[in-house]
């Protein structure tokens, strides 16, 4: 974010429930907060997460891969609705599309994963910690890169496992601490900047 404009505009990009979008949303409305969701984007209609868009009075699209002739041409469109609503940050908060290097390379992009990086990437962390019978597990947001949630780490959450958790309660108990840690880095980030260097993020008074 080299040129910091208060409040810092996001786009969040959802798939499903938007519970970390609704954190986002809640905490905008406080103009101290230093942020707004100026959009909210899906790459599906019927979400529960576009429905938080709505009734937040926040302009919302869809774009659906089965829409575009390829990949690419989706992922395009996709920059393009996304690019309209000229965002100083794009948060993907539950969204499960892969973004190209281009769409990278346009935004700056965060992404929450209910998970301790680099441990447990990919669709299941819950359930895979879980199965792996870690005792402590968590939400790490970073900068999303052209792997799976492989990116530069932004701020991390740990979680205990509890003996009787199951996938269900494990990823309730991560998605409270996660929402909190989005909605903290967000503002920050919002507020006093972000440097990424590598694989080093700074956030506040020694990012420039
Ligand atoms: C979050 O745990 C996110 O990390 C994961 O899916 C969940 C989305 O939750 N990818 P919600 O849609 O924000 O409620």
């Known amino acids: 974010m080299p040129e910091r404009r208060l409040p810092a505009r996001l786009v969040v990009l959802v798939s499903g429930s ?3 979008l609704q954190a986002l949303l809640d905490a905008c409305a406080d103009p101290s907060y230093g942020a707004a969701v100026v959009a909210v984007g899906a790459d599906r209609d019927g979400i529960e997460g576009l429905a938080r868009g709505d009734r937040a009075g926040v302009p919302t699209f ?20 996304v690019g309209a609503f000229e965002p100083d940050l794009v948060v993907c908060a539950g969204f499960m599309k892969l973004l190209s290097t281009d769409f990278l390379e346009r935004f700056l992009t965060l992404n929450t ?25 968590g939400a790490t947001l970073f900068v999303v890169d052209g ?27 991560i998605k409270v601490a996660e929402r909190a840690m989005l909605v903290e880095s967000v503002g920050r980030i919002a507020r006093e900047g972000v440097t990424v260097d590598g694989r080093r993020v700074r956030v506040g008074t020694s990012a420039h």
């Not at 869809?62 to 609705?81: F, G, M």
Request: with cysteine.
């Open 18 to 20: 938007g519970t970390n």
């Open 147 to 173: 792997g799976v949630d492989t990116g530069p780490i932004v701020a991390q959450v740990a979680v205990p496992v509890a003996d009787d958790d199951d996938v269900a309660s494990l990823h309730e108990r």
């Open 113 to 137: 994963h209910p998970a301790l990086c680099p441990a447990f990437p990919g669709m299941h962390g819950p359930r895979d910690a879980l199965e792996h019978g870690v005792k402590v597990t």
């Open 62 to 81: 869809v774009a659906k891969v089965s829409d575009y002739t390829s990949r690419d041409h989706w992922d395009r469109a996709l920059a393009d609705r």
